[in-house]
Each structure stands twice: as structure tokens, then as C-alpha cells.
């Protein structure tokens, strides 16, 4: 079958190349798997696959079409949800960059003199990071925020080679599933502490009566289930640091343009999630694991993942790019590798770094100010409704909770006839909330009559 | 001739002049005179700015394509990187996956609004069944190696629910297994077992069977292996891992050997993991973010547990009554979820219209034009003395090669690696280099079926070529590559504790005296 992405599938040059390797059949190429194994040609495009035949680029681009549009598609401004992704406005010159063949098609630059471009961009990737961060090193990217919590709890037990590791009870559901994974088989034990039910601030008591014989203390700042940046981070830090256990902050990179940095906290590690910067939703990936920690030579020899480095070329005349630190990697390290991590998010990574080079440090900030003023604004707005919004009165950013006199979702579900995307009931996803509790999000894409709309339509189910 | 850009492109830290980037301002100010200024708890404010470049949208632009110009991907040329797989992208998949309606969906947007795109993410978990020979498969594992670290928590979680995981602590794995195995294995809380392979490229039976013992939890196996070859006694090797009550888990990294010609379901494999951004051509975008669904047999596990109950991850199921596609979440026996969310679906979509594209004729066809490259690339290599073609003589590569430059190295000291740097010189990215480690001074070859017989000569003849200036001149490969962006690069300022550079900030902050060596 001749196929246009299938160069040698050509009949002639497919029998000339069988003829030169010097066997009759395709098949006898094929003669050390047992008869048992081999798959008979009929029965195989029988299988359930595709549509059981080759379509053309137009049949295609037809079904693909009608299974976009078997889907209600809320427009951006329109979505009021967050939760671990959020709606930000991607600009265009973002996405047709990061659309270049070059890096889009490439490999992991294992050859790095033919890859400098590239490793050069991961290397500005993670140096962007870390001066938002204020973190020494980042390395190139894990697969998404939650993932990089279950490498950071591993980390910090190889560090310290402790087991018990405090999370807030607040902390976002799918991280403590992702983090009870990846540390499950390692003995280590998460432990939650309490937050305060009227400012959503962490209970520093409780932690303080927990804090014997930590390998950790982890931070969700601003929690993503409750908006709350803790005011109590800088104590949460020394807690951790009097007690010998390493401080792990988990960061929304878009609030740290307003709020202190994980190295103004005096964090160990600060993971993230990079799909504020640049990446579309989705329906939950690809996104952004990000993963820093301290300018600490044990520190760094436990982390995971790649790293890039800036060196020059052995002649000295010109500065040059290559991945360091490699034997910590599973390709040299195996079985003794920090992670078994290799495909990451290097093209999210790429993304996130145009992203934050096209806004730079004043377009940033407004993105963050932004998302401060709608969200501060809405849950004004809201609260001249009737409702107690914000349900928390601790500081927030982008995201508050409600609590309505009625079933959320049930109010969610009437909004998505008007083409608003209303929320998250809480009681789906965490054991804290009630079912009247939602969960709001706003960003910069939503513009003051965006708000006002949805306050409106709010105002009409009364 | 090849010769690569060099635009001696500045850190974009250099080029920032204080202009004006985008901006959101929008109307922030009529939200200022409601709220007034921005109030943050003194305590909780960010004390300096961040030191990030200004830059305008041109320079920008200029910037990263430039740096573009200095990189190499599978649009620019071949990439025969053994094991990784680097077919073509279709351009149609690239329109499809990244449409704005798929950009817009929201992870936790309600179901019932979603059944278009969830009936295709059901129907791609049969599709890969189908190919893989499996009853069930999850899409959520965000690569191979998140796919291989499911597969292990499986294995654990299944000798768990039988009692039995105190017993069961290790996992059998091949010297030729690609260094993910050992490391998912050890994420997952075993330790390994490393057997030999034999001369004819198989898995050392006897080491094998010798290895085997009540503590062994499982084999993890890649076939056909990194060497390109079929594990020609799998069906006595999935027999016997079962009598001990291990699991068989496959490596799905090199399907592309066997596609549409043998499936790891009727070979006796209970778990199979694939690489989306290998088989079934979703770019690699320069290191990831790729995919790695994994598939399984269906088994009784105890009582009335089935393996299917310990999959990891969300998986979508069709519920007849309602006439609605649902999705299912992790329950009690399995492991959870290794990502937030289902999954990262643009790659899933991509695969999806990939396979729809091509068929089953198609995906077999393009299985089998990659074993008829390999193999016609063997031949045209078999004159050469040079290049040696170590373990089972004689035998039919599938998917890759492995070539062992080691008569050219003890002839002349030209390396792999050399060997590899005039290659780039050519306008060909490199193959993989010294792995699998079994082989000295390996080539690990990998053309893919996308690659043209026009190439796969071009690149014979270059092998050949870089072998003759060798022998005459020993020195000259040593100062290879020449028509890259840069020469050979400094690995050990790269990397020492006085020099290494991971980030601008740490370096301006160690010029300044601020930040010591790192050691």
C-alpha cells in the first residue's frame, strides 16, 4: 500500500530494496517470530482500528472536524474555572514559534553542536524561571505540577532519609493523588496539617505539633482549591528549617510577580505549574512541571530530571550549551537514577519561555495585577449578591471559594445554557467542602463586562 | 554541503532594553477605581522585581527563530536515533491537535459536554488494544517512562491485593533494556535483576531461568530488543515468568519493529506500555511532552479483583443506558493517578488522527518499510570492515541496528562518538551513541519508515566515507564537527563544581561573589 507519508512504500522502490537485501518476501524478514506470534494479514485489518481502511487527508480533516464539534466549546472569557489549569490568553506569536519544525520535530539534544538553539532555550527557560522564582537552579522541565510534588517528596527523603512529610489539608486533591503514587512504594508517610476555616491560613499550631522527625513541610502557595495565599509561609519555613526538614513550596509562577518568592521563603525545593505561561487547556495536558531548588551541591546531585548548562566550546571562542549533570539520569545511572524520567516537557518548557520573553518583567506583572483586580472585584460582586464570597477572608489570588444557598452545581449547571463555564463544585473533589461551596477562578481574559455578565446571569436564578 | 547557521545569538537576558513586550493593560483602571490599589499583606509582598529581559515582539520573534535555525529536528533532515523512534510528523495531525476548540477545553469541564472528544479518546483506547493484542488500555501516563512506572506500580499493587508483595520484591530485566526499566523498577520499589544476552542477541535463557526464584514480581522486557532483535523464545519466557506468578510487562518503545506483523497480547504479555511520540508520530518537540498510554491483559487477581480494576489513571467508558461516554476514575485498587487530570490529550488527538489516517493496512505497512530500511541499510554495510555488526549473526534486524565501530577504533582510534561528529558534518543528525551498553563503540540505527532509500545510501556511503579519511588520517575525526553552530563543546567547564552554570542568575550571582562552587 503506497502511502505519502511512507517515502520507500513505492512498489518499485520497495521490491528493488527486497531484491537488494536478497529475500522474495517482506515476510521472511520476519522468520525468527514463532507462526504462533505472526498476526495473519486478514485478520489484522479486521481489527478494531481506525476505520478498519486508509482515509484520505480530506475524510480526515472532515471526521476531526465533526468530533470538535460534538463538544460544547465555552469560549475563553467565559470560563470562570480553574483548579490546577486556568483560561490565560495565549499570544499569537507564542504558538507559531513554538510551532517551528526544527524544535517541534527534534529530539532530546544529545548531539548538542548540532542542537544549540535548542539546549539555548531550555537554558533561557530555566534561568526565566529562577528569576521569578528567585531559585538558583531549574531544571528542564517534569511532566506537570502534581508529578514534580511526587519527585519532590522523593527527593527530600533521599536528602534526609526521613519518611514523614506534612501537606497542607487544603492541598490540591489530584497532587496529593499523583503524590501518594509516586511515594507509596517508599515508605513515606503524608501527613496533613490543618488550615483555619475562617482565613484558610495553615494552622500553625497543628504543624508545630506534628513537626517531630520531618523529612518535609510542604506549602501550597496560593492553594489552588481556595485561592489563599499563606501568610504564614515565612513560619511555616523556619518550622521546617529548626526542625532540620527541608521547606517545599508548590507556586503558581503568575502570583509570584506580587508575592514573596521561594527564595525570598528560604524554600529547598518550589515546584510549579507552568501552564499559565503559554499553554492552552487542553483537556489536561500537555503542561508544565516546574522543579527548583537551592544553589546546594547535594541538593542538586538528588535532583530529578535534565539539566542544561551554559558552557563554551573546548577551543573557547564561542559560548555553548550541553546537558550537564547526566549521571544522575536513568540512560547512565539506571537503577541508581534520581527519577526515571527522560521524556519530559521540553516544548512546554520552550513555550513557557517565549511566553515570558514577549511580556517581560511589565507584562507579566500586569498579567498578574490583573488577575488580582478581576478576581478581588468579582468576589465583591458576588458577595453584593448575598453570598458569603469570599467564603475565606485570607488574602487571595485569581481563585476564591463561595458558599451559595443552594447545590453548586446545580448553579453551575444552569450557567452553562447561558455559555458560562461556572466553577468547580468543591464537594466533587476534596472532603472539606459543602455542596453549596464553588470554587471561582478569574484571570486576564476576562474583562469587566465578562464579570458583570456572569454576576448578572447569577442574579436572574435567584 | 551542509552548514549549519550561526548567528552568535545573544542570551535574550542581552538583548532586553527596557521596551515595552505585550501587554494585557485592558482595563485594570476602571477596576482601580472600584477596589482602589492593589493591597497585599506587607508580609506577603515580593520585595525586588524579577530580572527579567524587556524586549519588544520583533526582537523576540528574531530571537527564537534563530535560535531555531541552530537546532535540527526530523523536518530539517534524518534523525536515525536508535530507539527513539523519529518517524515524520504529519502536518495534518499538527492542524488537528492544536485547533483552538481543543485548546479551550477545560480539564474539569462536565462530561456531557464533551462526547465527542470523549468518544474519540474511547475509541483510541480500543484502537491501541486492538494493535497491541490487550483488553484495556489508560491513556493518562504523560511518557514511555510514566508508562513503565504505571506498569510497576500494577505489578506491586497486584502482588499487594494476593498478599504476597513482601515475598515479591524483584523485577528480571535484560542488559540490553533501555535504562528506563531499572529506573521505574527502583521508582516502584524493587530491585533488579540484570540478565545477559547471549550471542545470538536473545535474552541469556539459562542466566534467565537461573534468576528466577519466589521473590521474582515480574520481567520487563523490550522486544524486539534494543539490538533489533526478536526475543525468538518469548512464548517459553511468558510460560515460565507466569508459573512463578510474575508479570510480564513490554517495553513498548521499539513497536515500531512488529507493528501490524506480531502484538505483545498474543506473546503472552500481561501490560504493555507505548510511546505515542514514537509508533504513532507525535513530535518530540525537543525532549517531550509525549505520551505513554499503557495496555493490558485482562486476569482474575483475587476473588472477584480483576487486573483491569488496577489501572492507574482515568479511563472513559461508554455507559449504554445513558447513551453517554463517562469517565472513570481510579478506584480502591489502583495505584491512582501519576498526573493531574486524563491525560496529555493533545498528543492523544495527534496519535488519533495518525492511526485514522493510516489504517491497519497502513500501520503495518509503515512497520514494514521500517524493518526493510534497517535491513537494506544492513547490507549496504556489509562490505564495510570498519563497522562490525556484533550478536545474532545472521540474523534480520526489525525496527534498528546496532553497528560496533570498535574494528575502526582499535585500527585507527577514531570512536563512536567521532564517528557520530561527521555525520552532523554531513547534514545528518547522529545515531544513538555507546548504548546499549553491551555493544563497544555503538551505533544504534533507526531509520523509521519515513526515511527515503535516497537517504539511507547517503548515509551508508557517508559511514563508509568517515571510515576511509580514518584510516588515512586518524587526526582529522578527532576535530569533528566543523559545520555545526558550534565545535566540540567544554564538558568539563560545563560541569565542574567552579564552572557549572545551570541558570543567568546563578552565574551573575557567582561573578558577583554571592554564590561559591557548587560542591
Known amino acids: 500500500m503506497e502511502h505519502e507519508w511512507i517515502p520507500n512504500s513505492n512498489e518499485q522502490v520497495k521490491k528493488s530494496m527486497l531484491d537488494y537485501i536478497g529475500v522474495k518476501d517482506v515476510l521472511d524478514l520476519y522468520n525468527d517470530i514463532p507462526k504462533q506470534v505472526l498476526i495473519d494479514e486478514e485478520k489484522w485489518n479486521n481489527l478494531d482500528i481506525g476505520k478498519k481502511k486508509p482515509l484520505d487527508q480530506i475524510e480526515v480533516e472532515k471526521i476531526m472536524d465533526n468530533i470538535l464539534n460534538n463538544n460544547k466549546i465555552f469560549d475563553e472569557s467565559k470560563q470562570f474555572i480553574g483548579g490546577g489549569a486556568w483560561p490565560h490568553y495565549v499570544p499569537a506569536a507564542v504558538q507559531y514559534l513554538a510551532e517551528r519544525g526544527e524544535i517541534l520535530t527534534a529530539y532530546t539534544p544529545y548531539q548538542p553542536e548540532i542542537s544549540q538553539g535548542l539546549l539555548q532555550m531550555l537554558f533561557e527557560y530555566q534561568s526565566l524561571i529562577s528569576d521569578i522564582l528567585e531559585m538558583d537552579v531549574v531544571n528542564a522541565s517534569m511532566y506537570d505540577m502534581a508529578s514534580a510534588l511526587g519527585e519532590a517528596f522523593l527527593m527530600s527523603k533521599r536528602i534526609n532519609d526521613k519518611s514523614k512529610i506534612l501537606i497542607p489539608e487544603t492541598i490540591n486533591p489530584f497532587h496529593l493523588s499523583v503524590a501518594k503514587s509516586y511515594t507509596s512504594p517508599h515508605e513515606i508517610s503524608l501527613i496533613s496539617y490543618k488550615v483555619d476555616p475562617n482565613t484558610g491560613y495553615s494552622d500553625i499550631e497543628d504543624i508545630k505539633s506534628k513537626a517531630d522527625d520531618l523529612s518535609a513541610i510542604y506549602l501550597e502557595y496560593p492553594y489552588q482549591y481556595t485561592g489563599i495565599v499563606d501568610i504564614n509561609a515565612k513560619a511555616i519555613s523556619e518550622i521546617a528549617h529548626e526542625k532540620n526538614a527541608l521547606f517545599i513550596m508548590g507556586v503558581n509562577p503568575l502570583s509570584l510577580m506580587l508575592y514573596k518568592t521561594p527564595g525570598e521563603l528560604n524554600a529547598d525545593i518550589a515546584i510549579g505549574e507552568g501552564q499559565p505561561l503559554g499553554l492552552g487547556l487542553n483537556f489536561g495536558g500537555p503542561y508544565l512541571g516546574i522543579f527548583a531548588t537551592k544553589w546546594n551541591a547535594e541538593y542538586v546531585k538528588q535532583m530529578p530530571g535534565r539539566l542544561i548548562g551554559m558552557t563554551t566550546s573546548i577551543d573557547g571562542s564561542s559560548k555553548a550549551f550541553a546537558m550537564i549533570l547526566q549521571t544522575r539520569e536513568q540512560h547512565i545511572r539506571r537503577s541508581k537514577a534520581t527519577s526515571n524520567i527522560t521524556t519530559n516537557s521540553s516544548l512546554s518548557a520552550i513555550t513557557a519561555a517565549i511566553y515570558i520573553s514577549l511580556l517581560g518583567r511589565k507584562g507579566l506583572k500586569d498579567v498578574a495585577e490583573s488577575i488580582w483586580y478581576r478576581s478581588h472585584y468579582a468576589a465583591k460582586q458576588i458577595k453584593s449578591l448575598g453570598f458569603k464570597s469570599p467564603l475565606f477572608d485570607g488574602e487571595f489570588f485569581g481563585d476564591f471559594v463561595v458558599e451559595f444557598n443552594e447545590d453548586f452545581e446545580k448553579i453551575r449547571n444552569k450557567l452553562i445554557d447561558f455559555g458560562i463555564l461556572f466553577g468547580i463544585p468543591l464537594i466533587q473533589y476534596v472532603p472539606w467542602a459543602k455542596n453549596s461551596w464553588g470554587l471561582l477562578s478569574f484571570t486576564e481574559v476576562h474583562s469587566k463586562s465578562d464579570i458583570d455578565f456572569v454576576i448578572d446571569k447569577l442574579k436572574s436564578l435567584r | ?519
Request: aromatic share 8%; net charge negative; with cysteine.
Open chain 2, 1 to 519: 554541503m551542509f552548514k549549519q547557521a550561526n548567528w552568535n545569538e545573544p542570551l535574550i537576558y542581552e538583548l532586553s532594553n527596557g521596551r515595552e513586550g505585550i501587554r494585557f493593560k485592558g482595563n485594570n483602571e476602571e477596576f482601580k477605581q472600584i477596589l482602589g490599589d492593589i493591597s497585599i499583606p506587607q508580609s506577603l509582598k515580593r520585595e525586588k522585581e524579577p530580572e527579567l529581559p524587556e524586549v519588544s515582539e520583533i526582537e523576540v520573534v528574531r530571537h527564537f527563530t534563530r535560535l531555531s535555525e541552530m537546532a535540527y529536528g526530523v523536518d530539517s533532515g534524518p534523525v536515525p536515533l536508535g530507539s527513539c523512534t523519529m518517524k515524520y510528523n504529519p502536518k495534518l495531525s499538527l492542524k488537528i491537535a492544536t485547533d483552538k476548540r481543543l485548546a479551550f477545553i477545560h480539564p474539569l469541564q462536565p462530561e456531557s459536554t464533551l462526547q465527542g472528544l470523549l468518544k474519540a479518546l474511547y475509541e483510541l483506547q480500543n484502537w491501541l488494544a486492538s494493535i497491541t493484542g490487550m483488553d484495556y488500555c489508560t491513556l493518562h501516563p504523560a511518557a514511555g517512562a510514566q508508562g513503565e512506572l504505571s506498569g510497576v506500580l500494577m505489578i506491586r499493587k497486584y502482588h499487594e491485593i494476593k498478599g504476597n508483595i513482601n515475598l515479591k520484591d524483584e523485577i528480571i530485566i535484560p542488559d540490553s533494556a533501555h535504562g528506563t526499566n531499572p529506573a521505574s523498577a527502583a521508582m516502584g520499589g524493587f530491585k533488579t535483576i540484570e540478565i545477559p544476552t547471549d550471542e545470538s542477541g536473545n535474552m541469556d535463557y539459562d542466566a534467565f531461568l537461573s534468576s528466577l526464584s519466589e521473590r521474582t514480581a515480574g520481567l520487563m522486557l523490550t522486544n524486539p530488543s534494543t539490538l533489533g532483535l526478536f526475543e525468538e523464545r518469548i512464548l517459553d519466557v511468558a510460560k515460565i515468568i507466569h508459573e512463578k506468578d510474575g508479570l510480564l510487562y513490554y517495553d513498548g518503545a521499539n513497536l515500531n519493529g512488529i507493528l501490524g506483523k506480531a502484538r505483545p497480547g498474543d506473546m503472552g504479555f500481561d501490560m504493555a506500555h507505548l510511546n505515542l511520540h514514537k509508533t504513532f508520530s507525535t513530535p518530540h518537540g525537543g525532549g517531550g511532552p509525549g505520551a505513554g498510554p499503557l495496555c493490558i491483559k485482562d486476569r482474575l487477581v483475587k476473588d472477584d479483583i480483576m487486573f483491569h480494576d488496577l489501572l492507574p489513571g482515568p479511563i472513559v467508558i461508554y455507559d449504554e443506558k445513558e447513551k453517554l461516554y463517562k469517565i472513570k476514575w481510579p478506584g480502591k485498587y489502583s495505584p491512582g493517578l501519576l498526573k493531574s487530570f486524563f491525560g496529555n490529550v493533545q498528543q492523544l488527538i495527534w496519535a488519533y488522527t495518525y492511526i485514522l489516517t493510516l489504517g491497519p493496512q497502513g500501520l503495518k505497512e509503515a512497520g514494514e518499510i521500517a524493518v526493510i530500511n534497517t535491513n537494506y541499510f544492513i547490507k549496504l554495510m556489509e562490505d564495510s570492515k570498519g563497522y562490525s555488526l556484533p550478536y545474532g549473526n545472521g540474523r534480520f534486524r526489525k525496527h534498528e541496528v546496532v553497528l560496533s565501530a570498535e574494528p575502526l577504533h582499535e585500527e585507527t582510534g577514531v570512536t563512536a562518538e567521532d564517528v557520530s561528529k561527521g555525520l552532523l558534518d554531513s547534514g545528518f543528525y547522529a545515531p544513538t551513541i555507546y548504548f546499549p551498553l553491551i555493544v563497544k563503540e555503538a551505533l544504534m540505527i533507526e531509520f523509521t519508515e519515513s526515511e527515503t532509500k535516497e537517504n539511507i545510501e547517503r548515509f551508508a556511503n557517508r559511514l563508509k566515507e568517515i571510515e576511509e579519511i580514518a584510516k588515512k588520517n586518524p587526526n582529522e575525526p578527532k576535530q569533528w564537527p566543523i559545520n555545526t553552530t558550534v565545535r566540540r563543546i567544554d564538558m568539563v567547564k560545563a560541569n565542574h563544581p567552579k564552572t557549572i552554570t545551570p541558570t543567568y542568575r546563578a552565574g551573575i550571582l557567582r561573578q558577583k561573589g554571592i554564590l561559591g562552587p557548587l560542591r
